[in-house]
């Protein structure tokens, strides 16, 4: 049996593979995916920060993402943690972004799942950070 941190592991990997079927096998059909209001990632997508469901939530890890975070994305694990059906993931991700701009942040990651399945995940980021290194010498500034 996997427990819980090997299951968001291999979630994690898929994310990375940018492949739509297989990042949906990790979701819920009613699965929510949390960021703070106004987050830099969710302006410059001209997104929601709430996604709901696992089909928008697999588009944003399959095509969104890959439009705005285009090369170099490094994601530097700080600490996997597991209690139960819930497990937290700290890291440090960069990027090149689409405009050019360099991006580093730290995040906060909380998985919930239900039945080996992630339920809700819940999102915690630098929002000021994200926003100077995201608009850095743009117009889009918020």
Known sequence: MTDNRDRIKAAW???ASHDAAEIASFFT???????????????????????????????FLAHDFGRLF??????????????????I????????????NSYTNDYCFVFELRDGLIHRVREYMDTAR?????????????
Do not use: K, Q
């Open 89 to 100: 993931v700290e890291e440090t991700m960069s990027a090149i972004l689409a405009n050019g």
């Open 130 to 142: 994200g926003h100077r290194d995201m608009f850095a010498g743009s117009a889009s500034r918020t």
């Open 29 to 59: 059909a009613d699965a929510e995916w949390l960021a703070p209001a106004g987050n830099a990632t969710a302006v410059a997508l001209g997104a929601s920060s709430h996604i709901v469901g696992r089909d928008a939530i697999t588009r």
């Open 13 to 15: 990997r898929a994310f």
């Open 70 to 87: 285009v090369r170099d994305v490094v994601v530097d694990f700080r600490g996997i943690y597991a209690d139960g059906d819930r497990v």
